[in-house]
């Protein structure tokens, strides 16, 4: 119990230490994998189908069991000369019986290869999970980032509103504007940290909602790194398409499935054909009868040892169609997996070309936006100048400002939707 506790309290140092360097998007999505709920359900279910693959061999090994039992009879019964007496008896007797399946209608072995294609398809569902993860992480990861530059563009609106604020304070002592307009900059000022502070519950809660979804045991100083500003070539989506046909593990998972599938219809149509076994054994007994003068007890259980072997073939003739509605069961659940593996092909094409088409939007988005930023920076900058000299109104100066953050705004949505499409397509596209 102590090594336990120590143990504990080591990992939670270690975490510690560990949490208050800034989390990577691999660190983030190995933890995700190894503790996710999802993902461990996926590998019981794995581990599950390694027990039935086992179970399956086993069931081409013979059997064997022992027995002992112990009799007792009171009062009358039939004697040997055909009359009723009053008479007590006992037995003893002890055995051991083989049986060794010889021919089981092909049942052992096409269950075995059913278990070991429902296998495949346990491993390729618990990668498939991870998938699942690993996309789920990146989009919170990555709306995470989003949101933390939001919140730069807020402060940044917020510090040109504290600045022009100080600048017409300087003008209102000086005599050059009127009060009424400290009281219209201290109101801007004043929304402006508003929105910073919606700003920063956005940002705080989009990196509590990723660590939730690592099922980090404590999320107190946890933070992530900025990805590294580059921008992911796009491959068409036929390409991706193709190669994910291959490599997907949702898409493999579907497949082993329908071969799972068709395999239990190979099974449940051994019901037609007969069985073979072969059985042996061996036993002996101790029977006393009050009375009469008995053998002993050691030489009866020589006397009586005996031994037996027999084959039995079973010929399945009517089984009130149970077999028949097997068979039929299973070739509807082949269909069904049929259906859902071509869904989760259909899927899984309209989310790569759904990727490719948003992420060309936004990359055309991504170059209007920065081009919309830098003009409207110019803009702001030439309107600060005209303001400052009389040539321009509040009201202007604050569309200008609002222009320009803004366009910062669309410029930051644009780039990490870009960045989000190009890395589902690239996930897709792996070897």
Known sequence: MKKTVASIFCALAVYGASAQQPWTLERCIDYAIENNIDVRSSRLEQYQGELAVTEAKDRFLPTASAFAQQSFSFGRGLTSDNTYADRNTSGFGVGAQLNLPVFQGLSAIRQLEYSRSSLRALVEQTEAAKDDVTLNVIGQYLQALYAGELLQVAREREGISARELERRR????????????????????????????????????????????????????????????????????????ANALRTNHSVLAGELQQEAAQRNVSLAQTGYIPTLSLSAGLSTNYYKTSGFTNESFGSQMRHNFAQSIGISLNVPIFDAFSTRNNVRRARVNLESARLRSEDTRNRLYKAIVQAYTQALGAEKKLESARTAAESSKAAFEAMQIKYDNGRANATEFEQSKSNYTNALAEAVQAKYERILRARILAFYNKD
């Open 170 to 241: 300087t003008l209102f002592e000086a005599g050059r504007i009127a009060e009424l307009e400290i009281y219209e900059a201290e109101a801007q000022l004043a929304s402006d940290r508003l929105a910073v502070v919606q700003a920063q519950n956005d940002s705080t809660v989009a990196v509590l909602d990723l660590a939730q979804l690592l099922n980090l045991p404590h999320t107190e100083a946890f933070a992530i790194e900025p990805l590294a500003d580059e921008m992911m070539p796009l491959v068409s989506p036929e390409t991706v398409f």
